[in-house]
Every structure is written in structure tokens, then in C-alpha cells.
């Protein structure tokens, strides 16, 4: 069946654009002791995104994200405030799922993942980081699933 639907060339630039802004996380995931597993967080917090992928079903990007994530990458560029640039790539992402109550939630997790969130935690222990990080990322991955889905829970 072939799909009468275009690909959306610019969300797709968009997203590119705040993963280029994002850059910096592979060189915190493989340098920062506090950072070292924040791409497993990532994975964990992306399922949503890549479920919704992968039913290859025609959907868009909501334009408000997408364009919160340009000025907020923007900002973040002119700042040099990495955290930004993060922010930018988590709303570009979240762009790709339906807006709603929970997707707030699952965009707050996704702290988890970033850099920021190893820096608030340096005093603990790297287990607790690693636990703390992964807790995090499936907490708002499970809301986003269980609690918006009263029919997934049995």
C-alpha cells in the first residue's frame, strides 16, 4: 500500500537539528563517571517513540513542540547551556507523540538521560545514578503506557 502522505522533510530536519545540538551527550555518556549509563535511560525513554515508529502508521509532528524545541536549541546555542540543547532534542522527540497530560510527564523524564541529572546527583554513588536514572526514564515510560491506557493494565 503506498503512502499518499510525503515525508515530512521538516520535522525531520527539526529533529536532526536538535541531535546535532545534542552532540556533547555521547562525549558525557563515555566520559562523566555520574553520566556513564545515561544512554540507557535514554533507550528506556525512548520506547514510546520507537513503538509509535514502528506501527508505520501516517502521523506529523506537533508544530507547538517542534517549535519550542527550535527556540529553546537557539537559546541553548547562544547560551552555550548544553542542558538546552537537551531540552530541545527531549520536546522534538516528544513532537512525534500525541500531546497530551501524560506526554508532560514523559517529557519529564526525560532528565533522566541527560547530563544534568548526573551533575545533580554527583555525591551518590554510581549505582545510585545508574538506579536513580533508569527508575526515572521507566516511570515515565510506564505513566505514559499504564496510566494513559486503562486497557493496557490487564
Same mark, same amino acid.
Given at each position: 500500500?503506498?503512502?499518499?502522505?510525503? %515525508?515530512?522533510?521538516?520535522?525531520?530536519?527539526?529533529?536532526? @537539528?536538535?541531535?546535532? %545540538?545534542?552532540?556533547?551527550?555521547?562525549?558525557?555518556?563515555?566520559?562523566?563517571?555520574? =553520566?556513564?549509563?545515561?544512554?540507557?535511560?535514554?533507550?528506556?525513554?525512548?520506547?514510546?517513540? +520507537?513503538?509509535?515508529?514502528?506501527?508505520?502508521?501516517?502521523?506529523?509532528?506537533?508544530?507547538?513542540?517542534?517549535?519550542?524545541?527550535?527556540?529553546?536549541?537557539?537559546?541553548?546555542? %547562544?547560551?552555550? @547551556?548544553? @542542558?538546552?540543547?537537551?531540552? +530541545?532534542?527531549?520536546?522534538?522527540?516528544?513532537?512525534?507523540?500525541?500531546?497530551?497530560?501524560?506526554?508532560?510527564?514523559?517529557?519529564?523524564?526525560?532528565?533522566?538521560?541527560?547530563?544534568?541529572? &548526573?551533575? !545533580?546527583?554527583?555525591? @551518590?554513588? =554510581? !549505582?545510585?545514578?545508574?538506579?536513580?536514572?533508569?527508575?526515572?526514564?521507566?516511570? &515515565?515510560?510506564?505513566?505514559?503506557?499504564?496510566?494513559?491506557?486503562? +486497557?493496557?493494565?490487564?
Amino acid at each position: 500500500m503506498k503512502n499518499s502522505r510525503p %515525508l515530512p522533510l521538516v520535522e525531520i530536519a527539526i529533529l536532526a @537539528f536538535c541531535v546535532w %545540538l545534542s552532540r556533547d551527550l555521547l562525549n558525557a555518556w563515555q566520559h562523566s563517571p555520574h =553520566d556513564r549509563f545515561g544512554w540507557l535511560a535514554l533507550l528506556a525513554w525512548l520506547t514510546p517513540f +520507537a513503538v509509535r515508529l514502528s506501527r508505520r502508521e501516517t502521523f506529523s509532528a506537533n508544530a507547538f513542540f517542534l517549535g519550542a524545541a527550535i527556540v529553546v536549541g537557539a537559546l541553548g546555542e %547562544l547560551s552555550e @547551556f548544553h @542542558f538546552l540543547g537537551h531540552a +530541545a532534542l527531549a520536546l522534538a522527540l516528544a513532537a512525534w507523540l500525541p500531546a497530551s497530560l501524560w506526554l508532560a510527564v514523559w517529557l519529564a523524564a526525560a532528565l533522566s538521560w541527560m547530563p544534568a541529572f &548526573g551533575w !545533580g546527583m554527583a555525591r @551518590f554513588p =554510581d !549505582g545510585v545514578i545508574l538506579f536513580s536514572r533508569l527508575a526515572l526514564a521507566l516511570a &515515565g515510560v510506564i505513566y505514559l503506557w499504564v496510566v494513559k491506557n486503562p +486497557a493496557a493494565k490487564s
